[in-house]
């Protein structure tokens, strides 16, 4: 009999396959690119880009000296912004997308 730990270790060992399937279809389809799009769109007409342009130029003058700047230390301090800053109805729209096109490829 599988222990406890075997069955979930099986578990997620399958969502991840199914996980990577719904990506590679999503790819070869086309309909990654076109979420893609989607979200950059939308992003841009909500005023998202320039939102996080503004934020990113004061964080840069906030520095003490160019020393101070690296890209993973922007990009890390900009990122939990940058996902927070995200409307909901955008959020809602691009997984609505995503769901809609795993129940049509029957996942």
């Not at 893609?36 to 520095?63: A, N, P, Q, S």
């Amino acid at each position: 009999m599988s222990s406890h730990l075997e069955l979930e270790t099986e578990r997620k060992a399958k969502e991840n396959l199914s996980r990577a399937s719904i990506y590679e279809t999503l790819t070869s389809s086309g309909e990654k690119d076109k979420i893609k799009e989607l979200l950059r769109k939308r992003l841009i007409e909500c005023g998202w880009c320039d939102e996080l342009k503004e934020y990113t130029k004061k964080l840069v003058r906030g520095k003490e000296s160019v020393e101070d700047l690296t890209i993973d230390g922007l990009v890390s301090e900009i990122t939990p912004k940058a996902r927070e800053a995200v409307p909901d109805d955008i959020k809602v729209e691009v997984l609505q997308s995503i769901r809609s096109f795993i129940e049509k490829n029957d996942y």
